[in-house]
């Protein structure tokens, strides 16, 4: 097995965890980003507008017409959708940069100077070395003492003005926000899988954990990306190993949890935009060649790439689902005028 395999796993979580601090922390204080922006929900009502999420996310997976529907997004804009997500990423690694210059420049060039030889190693070199740097330079305080986290069971209060003020959002979030583009990535990545069934158990696994104040379990895009790439290992068929691996991190995050919290709170956030902007690379560079490889599609695939990365939210709705509907418009367009 290559070393690449729990590399980009480790990687991923990594990212993953680090990158949703913020939301974390507002977890800790509010539930979820989308109870902080509104007002007048309990933790009880959270808890059960995220069961009732969990149900209307089963349901989709059992619903046939939509899910074939899904599964007919065309390749090219499905990556352009993807590029627009994870090019966010790419540019504010880059920007990080004036931010700390003396420890975001060297490693960037070690990034690409070790790429040469081992692109999984690389993205790992920088967070361990960009970790150790921080610490050695006095950029961070002390390390917390370890604690054990614990589980919470929540009882649910199930309201009509928590189910429609935040259940059916949270619902289109997640569908559109992070299935849509967790698929995209998939696609992106040769993989076609039938979207009813990932659907269908992310519902189910966000039915289950949602008593413990969970929001939901989704095709997480970013982490997707990372551990689905080329860069995993050269053969499609064994990138699937990755799996455990990145459930085995997340499990050590889940028994550390409130330590490890701590610990990336003192870390430079720089850094931690750094190594995802890094390890998005090949990601970005795999969906803009396909969402490019057909000519007729390449204006369609440009549109969704653009408005996805623009980063617009129209009716609570973010900036992928746009993207998406844009292409699919456009390329009906012209599927029509060529009729």
């Excluded at 940069?97 to 003396?102: A, R």
């Excluded at 490693?107 to 150790?132: D, K, M, T, W």
């Excluded at 949890?257 to 709170?265: D, T, Y």
């Excluded at 890094?278 to 560079?285: E, K, T």
């Amino acid at each position: 097995m290559r070393i690449s395999i729990p590399v980009s796993a480790f990687v991923a979580a990594i990212v993953g965890f680090g990158g949703t601090l913020a939301i974390v922390i507002a977890a800790a204080k509010a539930g979820v980003a989308l109870i902080a922006a509104s007002s007048g929900f309990s933790i009880g009502e959270a808890v059960g507008a995220f069961i009732v999420t969990g149900i209307l996310l089963i349901a989709t997976g059992l619903f046939r017409p939509l899910t074939k529907l899904i599964a007919r997004i065309p390749a090219s804009v499905a990556s352009g959708m993807l590029a627009g997500i994870v090019v966010t990423f790419a540019i504010n690694a880059v920007k990080a940069i004036p931010v700390d210059p003396w420890l975001i420049l060297p490693l960037i060039a070690a990034f690409f100077v070790i790429r040469l030889f081992n692109p999984a190693l690389s993205v790992l070199a920088v967070l361990v070395g960009g970790g150790a740097a921080a610490f050695i330079t006095g950029r961070v305080g002390g390390l917390p003492t370890p604690e054990l986290s614990t589980l919470t069971l929540i009882a649910p209060q199930f309201t009509v003005t928590a189910i429609i003020g935040l259940a059916l959002p949270l619902y289109l979030v997640t569908m559109a926000s992070q299935n849509l583009s967790g698929l995209a990535v998939l696609r992106a990545a040769g993989y076609h899988p039938e979207p009813g069934p990932l659907i269908g158990v992310t519902g189910l696994l966000s039915l289950l954990s949602a008593p413990f104040g969970a929001s939901t379990t989704n095709l997480a895009a970013i982490s997707a990306a990372i551990c689905t790439g080329p860069d995993v290992h050269p053969d499609p068929g064994e990138r699937w190993k990755t799996g455990p691996f990145y459930a085995l991190a997340y499990l050590v995050f889940a028994i550390f949890g409130a330590s490890l919290v701590a610990i990336f709170a003192v870390l430079p956030q720089s850094l931690i935009v750094l190594v995802a902007g890094l390890a998005l690379m090949a990601p970005l560079a795999n969906a803009l060649s396909i969402a490019l490889k057909e000519e007729s599609e390449r204006m369609a695939a440009t549109v969704t790439f653009a408005a996805t990365a623009s980063g617009l939210t129209l009716f609570g709705v973010g900036a992928a689902f746009w993207g998406l509907i844009a292409g699919l418009v456009v390329l009906f367009l012209e599927t029509l005028k060529k009729r």
